[in-house]
Nanobody
Framework: QVQLVESGGGLVQAGGSLRLSCAASGRTFSSYAMGWFRQAPGKEREFVARINWSGSDTDYADSVKGRFTISRDNARRTIDLRMNSLKPEDTAVYYC????????????????????WGQGTQVTVSS
């Protein structure tokens, strides 16, 4: 079992940037794919980005492609989400998650693909 703790959320104006981090402890980190999801008030949790076990392969939701970058540091047991050109519609609680898989091939992932979750960190983008 893994424990995940997100940090780095906050308030930013539209067009600004934030960097979220997720620290993992517990089971082996480097063997598993990781992801970021977000949930806005009144909406379901949605996929944002994922990264394979090594960091060599990533994927993003269409809504954030070109603006967000996911990365991982297996030595430090962390993943980051660098968010640029933020929009008010990016406002949500952002969650870090770990999968039991090492990688995903040829498809977007959903919350059901991830069994371990952090507590979330709030990102608010003002206009």
């Amino acid at each position: 079992q893994v424990q995940l703790v997100e940090s780095g959320g906050g308030l930013v104006q539209a067009g600004g940037s934030l960097r979220l981090s997720c620290a993992a402890s517990g089971r082996t980190f480097s063997s598993y794919a990781m992801g970021w999801f977000r949930q806005a008030p009144g909406k379901e949790r949605e996929f944002v980005a994922r990264i394979n076990w090594s960091g060599s392969d990533t994927d993003y939701a269409d809504s954030v492609k070109g603006r967000f970058t996911i990365s991982r540091d297996n030595a430090r047991r962390t993943i980051d989400l660098r968010m640029n050109s933020l929009k008010p519609e990016d406002t949500a609680v952002y969650y870090c998650a770990q999968s039991d898989r090492a990688y995903f091939i040829g498809r977007q992932v959903g919350p059901h693909d991830f069994g371990s979750w952090g507590q979330g960190t709030q990102v608010t983008v003002s206009s």
